[in-house]
């Protein structure tokens, strides 16, 4: 089903430089939700931005998804969440090949703060059917459509499989985790993963260069 609510922005695609007017002008078309990377320079090469911008962004009008691409993601998740995080996402590729250890600290993240949502990030090389074991701990998974660590790329051919892998997987277990999509979004790559079944399209520099972002989004989700 496509929704209204379906373009979350990319704070990496903003302007940092007057951040405040990107977050006014966000908010005064309705939008509550955002996207705010968080890049280490090990998992990836670039750095972006850490804890102390997100504590001077965040407040009750923003729903803030933070997306980890770390290599240490759940001392990095308990950090974000003592700043206030309530939805942090983090990567398959750092967890997989330890599946015991991590499952047991993904737990113990889920009894600890039952109110955060916790996602899983899944790069596109990977396999999605490596979520499958996953899939019962995490309350949503954000598909890269784009390699992680910067933004402008084009939308990788064949991600919206992996939307529809997971769809087709939550329908037929009847599961109700989200689904998000990473990387080259625009009104046509939109439309393909919103009839895939993607839940929420996060949206970088095509909707920051964008003059009339109101119309974009009515023009991606319609």
Known sequence: MKKACAVIPSLLSANFLNLQKDLDEIHSIGIKKLHYDVMDGHFVNNISF??????????PIWDIDVHLMVSNPIKK????????????SFHLEVIDEDFSKYKKEVLNLKKEF?????????NPPSDIKKADRWIDLFDFFLIMSVVPGKGGQSFIEGSEKKIKYLNDYRIKNHKDYFIEVD???????GKLCLDNGVDYLVCGSFFFKSTNKAELIKKIIQ
């Open 77 to 88: 998740t308990r950090d974000f969440i003592a700043y206030g995080a309530k939805k942090v």
């Open 183 to 189: 990387g080259g979004i625009n009104d046509v790559t």
């Open 50 to 59: 850490g804890e102390e911008i997100f504590k001077q962004i965040d407040s």
């Open 114 to 122: 039952p109110d955060v949502k916790l996602g899983l990030a899944i």
